[in-house]
């Protein structure tokens, strides 16, 4: 797969994650009820504890750092070959995007007990993201 297939991918699953967090968040500040599939853990987490940070809803956080990612392919995109900075860059921030909702995925496993399919699918999301960004990052080694 060529770099800037790779970017592309990135990008798509940026639009897919901003798309599931943009969601979130209006549910979050609306106080709507989330449509959960396959159970009613969504709701749960809405409502737990864990689901804001200092105010912020923790969809919004996702949404901010998809929005990141999204504009960083976009730069990344733009010339002939990836800047290095872009590529490192996606990959820090698909790192930290990951550990984090590794974190959010042992809260609702271990402390919330109830699951979220959204959260769900935007750990998939980041799963593929980073693991997107680590082939670009050494397909971009490669290259230089």
Known sequence: MSLRRLLQGIGV??????AIS?????????DSVAICFGGGGCD???HSPYA???????PTLGAAAYLLVLGLAAVALRGREPAEWTVLALFGTSLVGLLFSAYLTYLELFVIHAICTWCVVSAVIQVLLFGMAVVLWRRHQQSV
């Open 13 to 18: 699953l940026a639009v897919a994650g901003l």
């Open 22 to 30: 943009t969601y979130l968040t209006y549910v979050y500040t609306t």
């Open 44 to 46: 749960t987490v809405q």
């Open 52 to 58: 804001w940070i200092m105010g912020i809803p923790i």
